[in-house]
């Protein structure tokens, strides 16, 4: 493993103008940098380096959309491959967590006395937590499960990403000194009043996880589902032999439909209305997905779910892709009377997600589609309540929300230190 690995490092050209850190990499991460450090074969400074920037080396090195991000904007690729990138930090995470190697701390003494609390305990709750306890701040993460990690632990199946490295992650995080309370929930058994009398600062990150639904007819029927709380609450029903279609083109679309076909489905059809070359989700995961034996019919929508009480039949239409004004992608039309039956037994819904209703009963500024309202220094209309991550819509990646819970630490840092 690491004679491949430094031959891949071999390959970066460590360009002085690095856009694989500065417009690639939404955490900035010094990517010449570390790779630098693995050419030396000295693999705890390459994780020194990175850990300045990220504590999730070894989770966003193996599920970031590397083609979009790091290795989209590397100059290698301009004219043949692009360099690794991703690779090699799930290679150097890697070596933190077997060699024990801690995320280094630089304690202000004057934060030592300060109190925040973090409300979720995924990606962008650990990363802002992590950057404010390896500054001194007494960091408490609420969760609403018996377990950290959120999306990254239940959102995302097992075969993209092992639960094992995203504990080892976890544990490395919790080393800093952070406290933890499990099965809190907002709204439920966890007052906000009572967080704000407590500490210093409160960080809202408990995630929108709620499927979007189409409005369409025989969407309240049995048998549909939202792909969000399927692969959240693994309420599955026993898909063997049967026809299930997955309505929606993103990352999730392609894990509940790998997932269900893991799970014994005879027929998977991911229903997506645009084309190939427009389908959010990763062209590699789309590639092993239809190795798999997973259809995906392109161009086409769901108009009615049909059954009695049941999901027995699913109408379908073409569609073709026009430019219309002032839009920058192509829009798909239904093409009328293109309209045809496809028998189904269970449809489930994975074209997006939405924050819980509750939160419109925290006392904070929603905008029109219910996220949380913060400005630049990602406070909320509540100046001891900071936001982040896909409670506020972000791109619903792993290194966005990772990079907006970071940006919040240190905003709060810096109001601490005032
Ligand atoms: Fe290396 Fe590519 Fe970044 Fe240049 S752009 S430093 S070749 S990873």
């Not at 690639?24 to 300045?52: M, R, T, V």
């Not at 990403?161 to 099965?183: A, F, P, Q, R, W």
């Not at 913060?374 to 936001?387: D, G, L, M, R």
Request: net charge positive; hydrophobic share 35%.
């Amino acid at each position: 493993m690491n004679e491949e690995i430094q031959e891949k490092s071999n390959y970066c050209l460590n360009c002085k103008i690095k856009p694989c850190s500065n417009k690639g990499c939404p955490l900035n991460n010094d990517i010449p940098a570390f790779i630098k450090k693995i050419k030396e074969q000295n693999y705890e400074e390459a994780y020194k380096i990175l850990s300045k920037t990220t504590v999730l080396q070894p989770i966003c090195g193996r599920i970031c959309p590397h083609k979009k991000q790091c290795q989209g904007s590397c100059v290698r690729g301009i004219k043949g491959k692009p360099v690794s990138i991703g690779e090699m930090e799930a290679f150097v995470g890697d070596y933190g967590i077997k060699n024990n190697l801690q995320i280094e701390k630089n304690v202000v003494e004057r934060l030592l006395d300060r109190k925040v609390a973090v409300v979720g305990g995924g990606p962008a709750g650990l990363t802002c937590a992590a950057f404010l306890a390896r500054r001194g701040v007494n960091v408490t993460i609420y969760e609403r499960n018996s377990f950290l990690g959120g999306l990254l632990m239940y959102g995302i199946p097992d075969f993209r990403l092992s639960k094992k490295i995203i504990e080892d992650t976890v544990e490395k995080i919790l080393n800093l000194g952070i406290d933890v309370k499990y099965n809190q929930e907002l709204g439920k058994n966890l007052r906000l009043e009572s967080l704000e009398k407590e500490y210093d600062y409160i960080y809202l990150a408990f995630g929108a996880n709620v499927s979007t639904k189409m409005g369409i007819d025989g969407e309240q029927l049995a048998g549909v589902f939202g792909g969000n709380e399927l692969l959240e609450k693994s309420g599955h029903p026993d898909y063997t032999g049967k026809t299930v279609i997955v309505n929606g083109g993103g990352n999730v679309a392609i894990d509940v439909a790998r997932t269900v076909k893991r799970k014994g489905a005879k027929d998977v059809i991911i229903v997506y209305r645009r084309a190939k070359e427009q389908m959010p989700a990763e062209e590699k995961e789309v590639e092993d997905a239809e190795k798999e034996g997973i259809k995906i019919w392109f161009q086409n929508n769901i108009v009615k779910i049909n059954g009695l009480e049941k999901v027995e039949n699913v109408e379908l239409i073409k569609t073709k892709l026009i430019q219309k004004e002032g839009e920058l992608r192509l829009s798909p039309v239904n093409i009328e009377g293109s309209n045809f039956i496809q028998n189904a037994d269970y449809v489930i819904m994975a074209l997006g997600a939405k924050t819980d209703k509750f939160v419109e009963n925290l006392n904070l500024n929603l905008d029109s589609k219910n996220y949380i309202c913060v400005n630049e220094k990602f406070q909320t209309s509540n100046p001891k309540i900071y936001a982040g991550g896909d409670l506020i819509g972000g791109n619903g990646t792993v290194a966005w929300a990772a990079r907006s819970g970071r940006d919040a630490a240190e905003s709060i840092k810096e109001f601490l230190e005032k």
